[in-house]
């Protein structure tokens, strides 16, 4: 009979759970919440932004600035680590500031335990958008993470890339590596992997995690399990739509763009050239005008010779 756990030792059990828990949200900070990243209204102009220290329109500070470690907007004396001192005061404003971050672009408060874990542990560090490429100090708005990839993406383009994510950069659901349907589907490479090429590593016991990427180390999904779509190549006349049965009465081609790239008033806009009976009715009548003048020229030069 294995010994009854004893009131301590479930409490240091599940004190130790806490702390890793604690150790593995580090890693995956929810953007949305965090403090260097709350929204902010601009006292002057009234336009919503990312928490900041100049207002990005119309570069006015903040009358209550908060922290972007902490989040708080006053200091009540109640850690102690306060840099700059004041006995007996609460502070408010730039009273309470100790410093700007630079990756973030807000307020960090003048407790000494923001000011020296703050740059270090900032989530805004390497915030670049995935689709414009711009970082905190290029664009005024927030700041968040794809439910997929978990890359970052600025306010303006999250919904867009959310929406073409899951594509993948090939045209069928093959591995990479051989000709076999692909299981696991990485959402940052955007391929698919079979069992066999996915690098395991060696463990006594079976992991209950997802493998790793081969490529880049982020851990793979189940392609059964995601809403994984191919990449369609759409050029030449397949890109645009079907022509019609009543085309083929008039004597064009089609819709499709053809290989001359030119439209049907003559135009370089994309679409084809449209060739009508009436035009090849216009060009033998030009042709037979030709030649009834060549004629004449021919039956005088032979009147001449004679």
């Not at 439910?147 to 950069?169: K, P, R, T, Y």
């Not at 959402?187 to 209950?208: A, M, N, Q």
Request: aromatic share 6%.
């Amino acid at each position: 009979m294995p010994k009854k756990k004893t009131g301590q030792r479930k409490k240091a059990e599940k004190q130790k759970l806490r702390q890793k828990e604690i150790r593995n949200a580090r890693e995956h900070v929810d953007l949305a919440q965090h403090p260097c990243n709350m929204a902010m209204e601009c006292d002057k102009c009234q336009k919503k932004q990312k928490s900041r220290a100049f207002c990005y329109f119309c570069s006015a500070v903040q009358r209550l600035p908060a922290c972007a470690q902490c989040g708080k907007m006053k200091c009540m004396l109640k850690s102690g680590d306060c840099v700059v001192r004041h006995p007996g005061v609460f502070t408010t404003g730039m009273g309470m500031v100790g410093a700007i971050c630079d990756f973030c672009e807000a307020w960090v408060c003048h407790g000494r335990k923001c000011l020296t874990s703050h740059a270090c542990t900032c989530p805004l560090a390497d915030a670049v958008c995935l689709e414009c490429e711009r970082g905190v100090w290029e664009h005024g708005g927030r700041v968040f993470r794809c439910c997929f990839c978990q890359g970052f993406l600025c306010e303006d383009d999250q919904f867009e890339h959310q929406a073409s994510c899951q594509v993948l950069e090939s045209e069928t659901y093959k591995c990479q590596s051989c000709n076999r349907l692909g299981q696991y589907s990485c959402l940052r490479c955007k391929t698919c992997f079979c069992d066999e090429h996915v690098r395991r590593r060696p463990t006594g016991k079976p992991s209950r995690t997802s493998p790793p990427c081969p490529r880049c180390g982020y851990m793979l999904h189940l392609t059964a399990d995601l809403s994984m779509s191919t990449r369609s190549h759409r050029y030449g006349r397949q890109g645009a739509a079907a022509a019609d049965d009543d085309d083929d009465d008039d004597g064009s081609y089609g819709n499709a763009t053809g290989y001359s790239g030119y439209d049907a008033d003559g135009g370089m806009e994309g679409g084809d050239y449209s060739y009508s009976e009436s035009e090849d009715d216009d060009d033998d009548e030009s042709e037979d005008e030709d030649s009834e003048e060549e004629e004449p020229e021919n039956s005088g030069n032979t009147s001449k010779n004679s």
